[in-house]
């Protein structure tokens, strides 16, 4: 129970004054509690379920609103403001007695910090919102449906499974098991489970894993974490992001815990023993970026940097080695994000020479030419002025392919492989792509114009 679970029970007091009202509320709270027990946080549940008991109108309103009422208060009700939202809010506190408005409005307060913020409660800010999840709180918008349907959704991740998967953290391999089962299983909405656990993860990397765990949960994002980085959880919206993005911020948060030293020692054992190349890269990148590599960025200050320039100097030596040994063993060009891996072996090399020799030897044959010219390909996202939705068109500029290889030497081939073989939709989109945005630059034409 959260600190405040005292004060929630002088306002639920307000609605059980009498014995029968007592034994309403006990009566729904033993039919409806053991089926979401642990997964809901228990004083918000009670608040809610006396809501539901003693004042349905509003708890109607309450569960059709979950956007209004979860999240943090710069995220709720997308496209109300603040004075809106508490205009809104009113008009429920007017389905109830007079008597029973005041006990009400302080309770939701409570339950619903963004109910509170509409009435000048404070502001809560999405640093919130890792906390209200850990602590299964209803105004966390993973939390809040459970609330309202007495069990757990197919696409939920549930406390238990947390737990079980927490359990494991001190063993790499059973982990990394663990992880790619979740990649394995896609929600209804078409994203993976490992997408979601990823987040969750986020909410104990403080202080709830051990410091031992941490040793093996990296070693096993450096082994098994380009398996996770899947195409089904990237561009899910506007400013999503992917999983390379949140097995980032897990590294960093437990890089956090421990000094310099140590996160030399974890990194370069992990990097010598993993073969993620794809997300060692993106580790590399931001680390240089700290000290103003890969970029125009100003350095980081010396203080915040995660490493020392000596230390840096000395996993990247170490991941230019799985880059070239990953070449070398045929296993790179299945490597996810190979563009970024690409640029990167060649700023760490100093040349684009060896990257180049690899390029040519690989799109020597047909099938390795379409998986070569198919990483180029991405989705280009906009929005406009009045469009209620992002608008995605997939871009593929056969000028992205020139540091690499030479466009021009390979469209005849292209154009025979279309023309001449069964591909599946993804690589005859790339093909044909890139065959357009050619014969548009080939006619004067500049392909950005189309986006």
Sequence with gaps: MHLIGPMYILMVDHFIATPRAVVRLTNVLQATYPCIKGEVNTVDFIAIEAIRVFMPKLYDEIRRNQELLAGASDESGLGTTPEQRKKIFETWLELLPEEDCDS??????????NFGSAFGCGRYGSDWLGSWRRQLRACSPDKFPIYFRFALSPDSISKAEVNTLLEVAGDS??????????????????????????????????????????????????DIGDHLLLKCDEHRGMFDVGNDIRISRLIYQFLLRVDERRRFEIISSAIEEGSAVAVIIHEIIIWGQEHGKFDSREPSPEEERTFTP??????????LAKITEAAEAGSLLSSPKLVRSLYTWSDLSGSYDEVRKWA???????????SFVEHFGFIIKSQGLGDLAFRKKYRLDPKWLEPFIDPSKIVDRLRRIRDESQLDDEKTQAVSEILHEYDLRMKGENPDRES
Excluded: C, M, W
């Design 104 to 113: 009400a409005k302080r309770l939701l307060s409570l339950v619903f910090p």
């Design 173 to 222: 391999r059973l982990f990394g098991e663990s992880l790619r089962e979740y990649a394995g299983r896609i929600r209804s909405d078409g994203s993976s489970r490992v997408r979601a656990i990823l987040e969750v993860l986020q909410d104990y990397t403080e202080k709830d894993i051990p410091e031992q765990d941490i040793v093996t949960i990296v070693n096993a994002f450096f």
């Design 310 to 319: 000596d230390h840096l100097k000395t996993i990247e030596r170490l991941a």
């Design 360 to 370: 040519n030897d690989v799109t020597a044959t047909d099938d390795g030419l379409v």
